[in-house]
C-alpha cells in the first residue's frame, strides 16, 4: 500500500481510529497544554517584564526546560506517577506535563521580552499624560508586547502539535498511533500518512495564528508597516531627523 | 499576504516531498544490499527492540569475536515484522529469534505447538535466502499475565477463564498485537476475547510492567522469562488453546554468510543456554548491569 492509498482509503476515516478522531485527540492534547503553559507562562512574563525581577532566573530555566529530552521524561514521568494516578489519567497526566513544559520556554520569553521592548517614546508620552505604572502596563506595554506575545504562542504551538505524537507511546491517541503502529506493523505508509498529517496539522495552525495576528494586533504594531516607517516621509521630519542626528 | 503564500508554498512542498517518498515505500520495507547478507565480510548482527533480544544478540556478538568473526551490531531495530525485512534485504544478517513467533510470522495458520513441531514447520516455512542453526532449550514465551489480586478477583487460571469478563478488562501490551496472530489477532479469533479495551505499551518492558501493576490495565503480554513475574507474585494465565506456542531461542542467519565457523560458535552457545540462566540474566539487565558484562560473565561461566 503506498501513502496515497493510505490517505484515500475510506477505511482510515471513520470509526474510533479514524483520522478525523486522531486529528481531534492531536488538537485536544496540543490546546489543553497550550492553555495551561499559558496560564503559567503570560503572568509569569508579564510580572518579569513590569518589574525586571528574576528575569535571569526564570530565563535562565526557563531555556534550561528546553533542552528536556520530551520522550525521556515522558517515561520517567510515568513509571514514577503510576502509583499515584488512579485509572486512564496515568497516561494523560504525564503527557500533558511534557507539552506544558515544552510549550512554556516560548510563550514566557515572548511575553516579557515584548514588554521590555515596548517602545520608550510611547512608555515616555503616556506617563506624560498622567497614566499610572498600572495603565501604562495595560494600555501601552501589553498592547505593544502583543507581536511577541502571539509569535510566542506560535513558536509554542508548533512545536506541542508536532511534538504531542509521543503521547502515543504510551498508549495513547492522536496521530502518533500512527507513526509507532506503523513502525510496529511495518506499514510504512501508515506511518508516512501519520507523519503528512502532522506536518499538515501543524501548517494549518501556523494559518491560523498568521490570521490571528493579523486581527489582534493594532495596525500601527504590525511588522510590516513598522519596517516601511524609517523612510522621512516629508522635508520636515527629514530635517528633524538630521538635526537629532548631527547633535 | 506574503506570509499566507509561503505558507501555502511550504505546504505544497511538504506534501509534495512525503508523496514521493511515499509511492517509493510500497513494499520494500527497508532498502539496502540484495537479498540474502550485507555486502562484505563482516556479519551484521540486529536485535528487536526489548532487552532480552538484546542481551542474546550480545552474547551471539562476543562469543563470534572470540572465534575471530568480524561483527558489526545493530541493535534495537524494532518489531519482528520491521527487522525480518531488514534480514531479508540484507541490511543485517543474523538475530536472535523465537521459534513459534517466528513461525506464526512466516505461516499465521500454522498450529504446530510443541518445540519439535514448531522447528519442523519453522524449516519448512523460512524463505529463500535465511536459515536458522538448532534451537536451545531456553524459552521465553509471550503469556498473559494478571496481578494476584485480579486472578482471585475473577475466578481465572486460564486465558478462557477471561472470556465472560473481557470486556471489563483493559489489555495492555505492544503496538504490533494489535495486528497479530499471536496477540489481539488470535486472542479474540481462538479464544473469542473482546477486552474492552487494548492499550499500545512496550514489548514486555517497564510501561506494560507498571501499568500491570498499578491497575491501569488488567491484562498484560509479558514475558515468561520475566524475574517481575515471581518478584511481584503475577498470575501467568495458562493457554489452554495453544495460541502462543513454544518459543525456543533460535538464530536465524542469512545464508549467504553463514559458514562452519558461525555454526559451530551459535550451536555452542544455543546448547549452552537454559531458560533459568534468561530469568537470571534479565534480572541483572533489569537492575542495571550492562548487557556487556552480563554477557561476557555467562559465557565465561559457561565455559564458551
Known amino acids: 500500500m503506498t501513502l496515497l492509498e493510505w490517505l484515500t482509503d475510506p477505511a482510515n476515516w471513520t470509526g474510533p481510529g479514524g483520522i478525523p478522531v486522531q486529528i481531534a485527540y492531536q488538537l485536544f492534547y496540543t490546546f489543553l497544554s497550550l492553555a495551561i503553559a499559558s496560564v503559567i507562562a503570560i503572568p509569569l512574563g508579564i510580572f518579569i517584564g513590569f518589574t525586571g525581577k528574576g528575569e535571569a532566573i526564570v530565563a535562565g530555566s526557563a531555556n534550561a526546560l528546553r533542552a528536556l529530552p520530551t520522550l525521556g521524561l515522558l517515561i520517567l514521568l510515568f513509571l514514577v506517577l503510576a502509583p499515584w494516578i488512579a485509572g486512564q489519567l496515568v497516561f494523560v497526566v504525564p503527557t500533558i506535563i511534557v507539552l506544558v513544559l515544552l510549550a512554556i520556554p516560548p510563550i514566557l520569553t515572548g511575553t516579557y521580552t515584548g514588554i521590555q521592548s515596548a517602545d520608550e517614546a510611547a512608555v515616555d508620552a503616556a506617563r506624560g499624560m498622567g497614566y499610572t505604572r498600572t495603565q501604562i502596563l495595560w494600555r501601552v506595554q501589553m498592547p505593544c508586547a502583543l507581536p511577541l506575545l502571539i509569535s510566542g504562542l506560535r513558536g509554542s504551538t508548533l512545536q506541542v502539535v508536532s511534538t504531542a505524537t509521543v503521547a502515543a507511546y504510551v498508549g495513547l491517541q492522536g496521530l502518533g498511533r500512527y507513526i509507532i503502529d506503523g513502525r510496529a506493523q511495518a ?10 498529517l502532522v506536518a ?22 504590525r511588522r510590516t508597516t513598522r519596517r516601511r516607517r524609517p523612510q522621512p516621509t516629508d522635508t520636515a521630519t527629514a530635517a528633524l531627523t538630521t538635526l537629532t542626528a548631527a547633535r | 499576504m506574503r506570509k499566507l503564500t509561503l505558507t501555502v508554498l511550504s505546504a505544497a ?38 532487552s532480552e533480544s538484546q542481551l542474546i544478540a550480545t ?22 515484522e520491521v527487522y525480518i525485512a531488514a534480514l531479508q534485504d540484507g541490511s543485517i544478517d543474523l538475530i536472535p529469534e523465537y521459534s513459534g513467533a517466528l513461525l506464526k510470522h512466516f505461516d499465521p495458520e500454522s498450529k504446530a505447538s510443541t518445540s519439535e513441531d514448531v522447528v519442523d514447520e519453522l524449516s519448512d516455512a523460512l524463505p529463500e535466502g535465511i536459515e536458522m542453526y538448532d534451537i536451545s532449550e531456553a524459552q521465553d514465551k509471550d503469556i498473559l499475565a494478571v496481578t494476584e489480586d485480579t486472578a482471585t478477583q475473577y475466578d481465572l487460571e486460564t486465558i478462557s477463564d477471561l472470556e465472560p469478563v473481557a470486556s471489563e478488562l483493559i489489555l495492555g501490551g505492544p503496538a504490533e498485537w494489535v495486528t497479530r496472530v ?19 505499551l512496550d514489548a514486555g518492558g517497564p510501561l506494560t510492567m507498571t501499568a500491570l501493576l498499578n491497575g491501569q490495565i488488567q ?16 498470575v501467568a494465565l495458562e493457554d489452554d488453546k495453544s495460541l502462543f506456542a513454544a518459543e525456543n531461542i533460535v538464530p536465524v542467519i542469512a545464508s549467504a554468510k553463514s559458514s562452519d565457523t ?16 534468561l530469568i537470571e540474566m534479565n534480572g541483572k539487565a533489569a537492575e542495571g548491569t550492562s548487557l556487556g558484562e552480563i554477557a561476557r560473565e555467562w559465557l565465561d561461566s559457561a565455559g564458551l
Do not use: H, W
Request: proline content about 2%; glycine content about 12%; aromatic content about 6%.
Open chain 2, 182 to 200: 499471536n496477540g489481539v489477532v488470535g486472542l479474540r479469533d481462538v479464544y473469542g476475547l473482546e477486552f474492552k479495551e487494548f492499550v499500545s
Open chain 1, 187 to 196: 506499514d510504512f505508509a501508515q506511518m508516512a500518512g501519520g507523519a503528512l
Open chain 2, 262 to 277: 558461525v555454526q559451530e560458535t551459535l550451536d555452542a552457545v544455543s546448547a549452552a543456554l537454559t531458560t533459568d540462566a
Open chain 2, 219 to 234: 491484562v498484560a503480554d509479558v514475558f515468561s522469562t520475566d524475574p517481575a513475574l515471581t518478584a511481584n507474585n503475577l
Open chain 1, 200 to 221: 499538515l496539522l501543524a501548517l494549518a495552525l501556523e494559518l491560523l495564528f498568521s490570521i490571528l495576528g493579523r486581527v489582534l494586533v493594532s495596525p500601527g504594531l
Open chain 2, 59 to 80: 552474547i551471539y556478538s562476543l562469543a563470534l569475536q572470540d572465534a575471530g568473526v568480524e561483527v558489526r551490531e545493530q541493535f534495537n531495530i524494532g518489531s519482528r
Open chain 2, 13 to 50: 512542498s511538504v506534501i509534495a516531498a512525503l508523496a514521493l517518498s511515499g509511492c517509493a515505500t510500497g513494499d520494500q520495507a527497508l532498502s539496502g544490499g540484495d537479498a540474502g547478507g550485507s555486502p562484505g565480510e563482516e556479519i551484521v548482527i540486529g536485535s528487536a527492540d526489548f
